[in-house]
Nanobody, 121 residues
Framework: QVQLVESGGGLVQPGGSLRLSCAAS????????MGWYRQAPGKERELVAA???????NYADSVKGRFTISRDNAKNTVYLQMNSLKPEDTAVYYC???????????????WGKGTLVTVSS
């Protein structure tokens, strides 16, 4: 069984910063790409940032230059550093990982339960 657990969300003022973390645990053989998605009220879930096992990154245009995704492969953890936050960044942020389990070698995408980020004065 695999779990992704996010942490680090909360309330922050516009212009502030937050750092999200997501740790994967369980019967994991390997982790491929990891990423962060978000879903604001009344909107569809969207990709925020993603990172491959080799460290290549991809960002949504709306967060380029403000957010940085990174990962610690030894800890099976992905981070999202969010700076210069705006009210429109308010959303539930979900962690996603493409991974292979053991011993079945099943490969699939897994999701965390989400962490709420609220940007408001």
């Amino acid at each position: 069984q695999v779990q992704l657990v996010e942490s680090g969300g909360g309330l922050v003022q516009p212009g502030g910063s937050l750092r999200l973390s997501c740790a994967a645990s369980g019967s994991i053989f390997s982790i491929n790409a990891m990423g962060w998605y978000r879903q604001a009220p009344g909107k569809e879930r969207e990709l925020v940032a993603a990172i491959t096992s080799g460290g290549s990154t991809n960002y949504a245009d709306s967060v380029k230059g403000r957010f940085t995704i990174s990962r610690d492969n030894a800890k099976n953890t992905v981070y999202l550093q969010m700076n210069s936050l705006k009210p429109e960044d308010t959303a539930v942020y979900y962690c996603n990982a493409g991974l292979t389990t053991k011993p079945t070698s099943y490969t699939g995408r897994y999701w965390g339960k989400g962490t709420l980020v609220t940007v408001s004065s």
